[in-house]
C-alpha cells in the first residue's frame, strides 16, 4: 500500500504561482511512477504531468507544458507539481497518484490516490 497526501492548493490570480506537494508513504516510494490528474467540477478527472520513478521522463498534457514543472525527490519521498502563469481554467481538484507500471497517462492504470487539494485561479 501506498498513502500520498497532497498539499499547497490555494487561491491565487490569473498569472501567478503555486507549488504543489504530495507525501508518500507505504511502500517504496523510489519504485514509482507518479503522475498529476486534476477534475474540474461536472468534469471527468484528467492527466495533468507524471514522471518516471527515475525522475528521468516526464509527460505533460500540452495545456500546461511550459507552465508546469513536476519534479520528485525520491530521498524525502515527495513529488511536486511547480505551477506558473496560472489561468482560471487550472481550476480544479488536483490529485496525486502512483503507478507500478510503465508511465501511463490514463487515470485506470494509477494504483494509488491521494485525495486531492483544491487550486482555485481567480481571473
Known amino acids: 500500500q501506498v498513502r500520498l497526501v497532497e498539499s499547497g492548493g490555494g487561491l491565487v490570480q490569473a498569472g501567478g504561482s503555486l507549488r504543489l506537494s504530495c507525501a508518500a508513504s507505504?511502500?517504496?516510494?523510489?519504485?514509482?511512477?507518479m503522475g498529476w490528474f486534476r477534475q474540474a467540477p461536472g468534469k471527468e478527472r484528467e492527466f495533468v504531468a507524471a514522471?518516471?520513478?527515475?525522475?528521468?521522463?516526464?509527460l505533460y498534457t500540452d495545456s500546461v507544458k511550459g507552465r508546469f514543472t513536476i519534479s520528485r525527490d525520491n530521498a524525502k519521498n515527495t513529488l511536486s507539481l511547480q505551477m506558473n502563469n496560472l489561468r482560471p481554467e487550472d481550476t480544479a481538484v488536483y490529485y496525486c497518484?502512483?503507478?507500478?507500471?510503465?508511465?501511463?497517462?490514463?487515470?485506470?492504470?494509477?494504483?494509488?490516490w491521494g485525495q486531492g487539494t483544491q487550486v482555485t485561479v481567480s481571473s
Open positions: 497518484a502512483a503507478d507500478s507500471g510503465v508511465l501511463t497517462t490514463s487515470a485506470y492504470d494509477y494504483d494509488f
Open positions: 507505504g511502500r517504496t516510494f523510489s519504485i514509482l511512477d
Open positions: 514522471i518516471t520513478w527515475s525522475g528521468g521522463s516526464t
